[in-house]
T-cell receptor
Framework: AQTVTQSQPEMSVQEAETVTLSCTYDTSESDYYLFWYKQPPSRQMILVIRQEAYKQQNATENRFSVNFQKAAKSFSLKISDSQLGDAAMYFCAYRSAGSSGDKLTFGTGTRLAVRP | GAVVSQHPSWVICKSGTSVKIECRSLDFQATTMFWYRQFPKQSLMLMATSNEGSKATYEQGVEKDKFLINHASLTLSTLTVTSAHPEDSSFYIC?????????????FGPGTRLLVL
């Protein structure tokens, strides 16, 4: 079974600075998808960024980018120019690309605080 | 867009009663929807996968008779918590898979907070 590990329960960043959230996963599959979701205090899950394992290029969405290291099974999220609205819980998630792959497996989350 | 709604947003009920939670995909058809449960300060745990027109697939440890799932149309799935007890109090979140280029992506509803007294 796949597992997703987020080793940082809490992180803090100064507004306008850059922060990196860590995520590692364990799988025997070669094709899969990885996601970062944001859960603000409203608890609405919001997709931040997604990465296909077959793509070597790291995904980027505005201030959000990932460092995908397939061999190391690492998928970190970098938030540049942090804003107060970035404060939230961030979840890393894994999804198989196979026929049984609808299931999302989530990490335990990292709570990000942004200091003004 | 990919908007998923849930109703109600919160509910308080007495122990022993049943509660129905609705999950709707507003601007797309979803053949597959998912139900998650989230305890305070914890991650999301998948309860079941709901497929339109067929029986739901439950994760190990989830009681099928306790958590009834119906996916009668391409835009609506319902979760009924039967004979609710205080330990069922939790935050329930649904998601829907949107067909198309990014079909592997799930879009989440805003969640339903259930409190059983």
């Amino acid at each position: 079974a796949q597992t997703v590990t987020q080793s940082q329960p809490e992180m803090s960043v100064q507004e306008a600075e850059t922060v990196t959230l860590s995520c590692t996963y364990d799988t025997s599959e070669s094709d899969y998808y990885l996601f970062w979701y944001k859960q603000p205090p409203s608890r609405q899950m919001i997709l931040v960024i997604r990465q296909e394992a077959y793509k070597q290029q790291n995904a980027t969405e505005n201030r959000f980018s990932v460092n995908f290291q397939k061999a190391a099974k690492s998928f970190s999220l970098k938030i540049s120019d942090s804003q107060l609205g970035d404060a939230a819980m961030y979840f890393c998630a894994y999804r198989s690309a196979g026929s049984s792959g609808d299931k999302l497996t989530f990490g335990t989350g990292t709570r990000l605080a942004v200091r003004p | 867009g990919a908007v998923v709604s849930q109703h109600p947003s919160w509910v308080i009920c007495k122990s022993g009663t049943s509660v129905k939670i609705e999950c709707r995909s507003l601007d797309f058809q979803a053949t597959t929807m998912f139900w998650y449960r989230q305890f305070p300060k914890q991650s999301l745990m998948l309860m079941a996968t709901s497929n339109e027109g067929s029986k739901a697939t439950y994760e190990q440890g989830v009681e099928k008779d306790k958590f009834l799932i119906n996916h009668a149309s391409l835009t609506l799935s319902t979760l009924t918590v039967t004979s609710a007890h205080p330990e069922d109090s939790s935050f329930y979140i649904c998601s829907a898979r949107k067909p198309g280029l990014a079909r592997e992506t799930q879009y989440f509803g805003p969640g339903t907070r259930l409190l059983v007294l």
